[in-house]
């Protein structure tokens, strides 16, 4: 009941619908520091919809499980804050380097979590839901090498180093730890996630013959 409560307060009304909306600011300036250099910068809110198993899973589901884990209609979009500042330089006509500086900052992750009811009328009674717990941070700098050789062969050098922290590295997080049996609260502190890739490096070769060559 509690939920159901939530979801109408948090929601607005638009032709007999509940719906959310969520406003995304964009900003991008780039500036010629000399002919060969450009300094850019880019700010942006980055929504996505949460999946829709986190939603409506088991919503209108009445058989038992050991863990009971609920969707919540009431999930807001996960919201990515991204920072970019970057270099470009440009060496000749057919070779160019980026640098790129960037933050991201990611907030409303959805992740499981486990509710007590103590409501007299419906007794004493535990599950999982989920809900707008967890966040992110990914930080890192990329370089990006373009270069044209003669008049068939182009190709990019592409190299990343990033950090990623967060809270937990997966929506299931919590239940999945209740089913190994270890229950121990969540940490305060941001820990490495398991999705995080510290170095990516790759090499793309385009080889482009026009129709009549």
Request: net charge neutral; proline share 5%.
């Amino acid at each position: 009941p509690e939920a159901r409560d939530l979801f109408y307060e948090e929601t607005i009304d638009i032709f007999d619908r509940r719906i959310k909306m969520h406003a995304s600011p964009r900003l991008g300036i780039s500036h010629p520091v000399t002919d060969n250099d450009v300094l850019f910068f880019s700010y942006g809110h980055f929504s996505q919809r949460p999946k829709y198993a986190y939603v409506f899973a088991k919503l209108r589901s009445y058989s038992p499980s050991t863990y009971q884990l609920f969707g919540n209609p009431n999930l807001n979009p996960q919201t990515t804050v991204a920072y970019e500042l970057g270099l470009k330089h440009r060496f000749t006509g057919d070779q160019v380097l980026e640098l790129v500086a960037f933050n991201k900052d990611l907030f409303d992750y959805s992740t499981s979590f486990n509710v007590k009811s103590t409501n007299p009328r419906l007794g004493n009674i535990s599950y999982f839901q989920y809900f707008n717990i967890d966040y992110a941070r990914v930080r890192g700098i990329e370089m990006r090498f373009r270069a044209r050789q003669g008049r068939y062969l182009t190709g990019n050098i592409d190299f990343a180093y990033q950090i990623a922290t967060g809270k937990s590295s997966s929506a299931n997080a919590e239940i999945q730890a209740a089913a190994n049996m270890n229950i121990a609260e969540k940490t305060l502190g941001e820990e490495y996630l398991a999705w995080d890739r510290p170095f990516n490096a790759s090499i793309t070769l385009w080889l482009r013959i026009p129709e009549n060559d």
